[in-house]
């Protein structure tokens, strides 16, 4: 027998054995990735996924901010905003050391029981129902003390504690219109099952609604923010993908669990190039039996898939043996506090910084190497013609954000710019000179959808590897740290696994094609296996 001979038959026995070890899996794999872009087409059906910015209305400050804060005793805080429940209009106080969120009327001064479930529930009602349809008897109890009692009487109000038209409105507590479907809430601070790691913002309200779908809409009240939905029909999916793809059946190993998938990955890869030598030194045969018609199909359907065979293995080896051997950096959100007593807001005079056709829509506070500015944050009237989908636009319309002195109400010249760059500079602890700061309003292949957080802004400094930074300058969170060998992986990822390189035609041509190549995979190992058992039949017979 020839050396050449011999290696081909030997090859042959090892492409057999391991395809034995490999079959299942990677059909497990095929199936659910096939299965993977109908989960993110068959979402539950929400209104929308954005609200646009209000304009505030000056007139209904009443209170300075500095004479909330002293009545409500709070003596430093993290952020301030503008925010509407219903009609009426709020400070939102985040507190800082993750204390939450706490609501005080511009018009009254007291503080909103419970303030920060309200408006999680206005925010979900309207994530899923559409525009605000709060209570109609809520809303002219607010604007019309004359029916106050009456109205009170069908809200279930607490009486002693609505002495006029303006407690009425904050005592309410959002009871009927839109959020009589409510079922429960509950304020999440860490990650689990069904809010996975994936998602990435925290803290987030969960949100249930009576309906047959149980829907629930989780959302982030300080920045109005849809962070996720979940119906019966998706958890199904999700535990669908999560046994079969991600394998969360081996959760109990810990690490381990990757390093099995690894193994595993590198064996299929390995195994495709065993076949591709089989296919490439041997001939096709004439279908004279049934076993050779199943040799010849295999050969076929093989020879088409392998190509994505080797590009779905490797990415996904790369993938699970990069989380295996590297610690994630977490999303960090940015702990700087402002004392009460050093915030001197003067509306009036702040706004004199904006130009002509541009409307006030929200306040922030920014502290950029020890002095205090105040985001100042506005609207044009121009329409961005963005469906409201980040999954679909994979973009929002740049943020129009003015930095203003807290000191001496003087305009910051790139103010945002400058943040962004004094932020990156706070997490990456780094005296390495900065080469490129760059506002980010599309997800790309370097930041993807995965990061969830837009716009935000890229830091790139003059390091070895190219350490770049994304920061979310509205929060002060870190959305991304990476790195060139973090890239590497990333692209492998997005472009060979998750088919990116079909971006140029859509999410419904990229989808088609991870559909595809999935279900080659599929018939590839099923004529494989019909092969395999023919063989052994023959052998037996």
């Given at each position: 027998?020839?050396?050449?001979?011999?290696?081909?038959?030997?090859?042959?026995?090892?492409?057999?054995?391991?395809?034995?070890?490999?079959?299942?899996?990677?059909?497990?794999?095929?199936?659910?990735?096939?299965?993977?872009?109908?989960?993110?087409?068959?979402?539950?059906?929400?209104?929308?996924?954005?609200?646009?910015?209000?304009?505030?209305?000056?007139?209904?400050?009443?209170?300075?901010?500095?004479?909330?804060?002293?009545?409500?005793?709070?003596?430093?805080?993290?952020?301030?905003?503008?925010?509407?429940?219903?009609?009426?209009?709020?400070?939102?106080?985040?507190?800082?050391?993750?204390?939450?969120?706490?609501?005080?009327?511009?018009?009254?001064?007291?503080?909103?029981?419970?303030?920060?479930?309200?408006?999680?529930?206005?925010?979900?009602?309207?994530?899923l129902s559409g525009n605000a349809k709060s209570d109609a008897s809520v809303m002219e109890c607010c604007s019309n003390p004359v029916n106050r009692n009456t109205l009170l009487a069908s809200t279930n109000v607490d009486r002693t504690k609505s002495s006029d038209a303006k407690d009425c409105c904050e005592n309410i507590n959002m009871k009927g219109g839109a959020t009589a479907n409510i079922s429960g809430i509950q304020k999440l601070t860490s990650f689990n099952e069904e809010y996975k790691y994936i998602n990435r913002l925290l803290p987030v309200y969960k949100v249930n609604f009576k309906r047959d779908d149980n829907i629930r809409i989780y959302v982030e009240t300080t920045q109005d923010r849809f962070a996720f939905a979940m119906d019966k029909k998706r958890l199904v999916f999700d535990k669908i993908f999560s046994l079969l793809h991600n394998w969360s059946w081996l959760d109990g190993l810990g690490k381990g669990r990757l390093l099995v998938i690894s193994l595993i990955t590198a064996l299929a890869f390995f195994n495709t190039i065993l076949g591709l030598y089989v296919f490439f030194t041997t001939k096709a045969k004439k279908n004279g039996n049934g076993t050779s018609g199943a040799r010849n199909n295999h050969r076929f359907v093989s020879i088409v898939a392998a190509l994505f065979t080797l590009l779905f293995t490797f990415s996904g080896w790369y993938h699970a043996f990069n989380k295996m051997t590297t610690t994630a950096v977490a999303q960090t959100a940015n702990d700087a506090s402002f004392a009460a007593s050093e915030l001197k807001l003067d509306l009036n005079a702040a706004l004199q910084k904006l130009s002509s056709g541009e409307t006030f829509t929200n306040i922030g506070l920014a502290d950029i190497d020890g002095t205090i500015y105040w985001q100042l944050y506005a609207a044009r009237d121009k329409k961005n013609n963005l469906q409201g989908d980040l999954m679909k636009d994979q973009k929002v319309a740049a943020p129009l954000v003015k930095f203003v002195s807290n000191n001496n109400y003087e305009l910051a010249k790139d103010g945002e710019k400058l943040y962004a760059q004094h932020l990156a500079n706070m997490y990456s602890e780094s005296s390495s000179k900065i080469v490129a700061t760059e506002l980010v309003t599309k997800f790309t292949d370097e930041y993807g959808f995965i990061n969830k957080r837009l716009p935000v802004w890229k830091v790139q400094y003059e390091t070895g590897n190219h350490e770049k930074y994304y920061v979310e300058t509205s929060t002060g969170a870190l959305a991304l740290k990476i790195s060139d060998k973090d890239l590497a992986e990333g692209y492998s990822f997005a472009l060979l696994h998750k088919h990116h390189f079909m971006d140029f035609g859509g999410k419904m041509v990229r989808d088609i094609s991870t559909m595809f190549w999935a279900f080659m995979q599929i018939a590839m190992v099923v004529v494989g296996f019909v092969l395999y058992f023919k063989l052994r039949g023959k052998a037996h017979g």
């Open positions: 027998m020839s050396l050449r001979k011999y290696v081909r038959q030997r090859m042959m026995k090892w492409h057999r054995t391991v395809s034995l070890i490999t079959g299942i899996p990677v059909l497990l794999w095929a199936a659910s990735g096939f299965l993977h872009p109908l989960m993110t087409n068959v979402r539950p059906k929400v209104a929308q996924q954005t609200i646009n910015a209000s304009s505030v209305d000056t007139n209904q400050i009443v209170v300075p901010l500095s004479q909330a804060l002293l009545a409500n005793k709070i003596d430093s805080v993290k952020n301030v905003r503008f925010v509407h429940i219903n009609k009426h209009l709020f400070y939102q106080i985040e507190l800082p050391q993750q204390k939450g969120a706490q609501y005080i009327s511009t018009e009254s001064g007291k503080s909103l029981a419970n303030g920060d479930e309200i408006y999680a529930k206005q925010l979900a009602s309207i994530f």
